[in-house]
């Protein structure tokens, strides 16, 4: 079974903070990828990478950026958390790219509340 | 656009079946999923159906693909209180291999 895991799974964090948000995962895949979630919204990729030191900005990725050092684990840095940045945060993993039915395998989430 | 739409609400009485709608933009989408996220967790793969296929059974799972249409949808038999979770659907692209994800439809269960 595919294993994807965060390093929390709530945090509470000060305004003007810097947030590190982990995820490994353990089946050797490719990409890595970092969604928040909000209701309403559903989910919006902030960054995903395709290989190690490697990485894409995705659809929000403002007040956001990503390490990728080595292959299974993903780091998302709020550099200066603020409030507008409380959410759910849900790391996904999936092998490269080809034929077959391969998807995203997420980790639990991490709620992050920003005072 | 790359829109997956999909309603945020379904209520249903145990032991109805439930039926969660799901329209798509890409007509050439690969493959499409069913994820099911229980409160306070993350996505689990439900099903998916490869798109040359227009219905799977998995259990209480059936999946009914409409191409023609872009309309996917997830019925589950005889629903049960855990079954109570969001429902997102989602759909890969071929060009770019990109997976696009609905906003999710919270599933209700009435007693």
């Known amino acids: 079974d595919v294993k994807v895991t965060q390093s929390s799974r709530y945090l509470v964090k000060r305004t003007g903070e810097k947030v590190f948000l982990e995820c490994v995962q353990d089946?050797?895949?490719?990409?890595m990828f970092w969604y928040r979630q909000d209701p309403g919204l559903g989910l919006r990729l902030i960054y995903f990478?395709?290989?190690?030191?490697?990485?894409e900005k995705g659809d929000i990725p403002e007040g956001y950026s990503v390490s990728r050092e080595k292959k299974e684990r993903f780091s998302l840095i709020l550099e200066s958390a603020s409030t507008n940045q409380t959410s759910m945060y849900l790391c996904?993993?999936?092998?490269?790219?080809?034929?077959?039915?391969?998807?995203?395998?997420f980790g639990p989430g991490t709620r992050l509340l920003v005072l | 656009g790359e829109d997956v739409e999909q309603s945020l609400f379904l209520s249903v009485r145990e032991g109805d079946s439930s039926v969660i709608n799901c329209t798509y933009t890409?007509?050439?989408?690969?493959?499409l999923y069913w994820y099911k996220q229980e409160p306070g967790a993350g996505l689990q793969l439900l099903t998916y159906?490869?798109?040359?296929?227009d219905m799977k059974q998995d259990q209480r799972l059936t999946v009914l693909l409409n191409k023609k249409d872009k309309h996917l949808s997830l019925r589950i038999a005889d629903t049960q209180t855990g079954d109570s979770a969001i429902y997102f659907c989602?759909?890969?692209?071929?060009?770019?291999?990109?997976?696009?994800f609905g906003k999710g439809t919270r599933l209700h269960i009435l007693p």
């Open positions: 996904a993993s999936s092998p490269q790219t080809g034929f077959g039915q391969e998807t995203q395998y």
């Open positions: 089946m050797d895949h490719e990409n």
């Open positions: 990478s395709y290989d190690v030191k490697m990485k």
């Open positions: 890409d007509s050439s989408s690969t493959y």
């Open positions: 159906i490869f798109s040359n296929m």
């Open positions: 989602a759909e890969r692209h071929y060009r770019d291999d990109k997976i696009i």
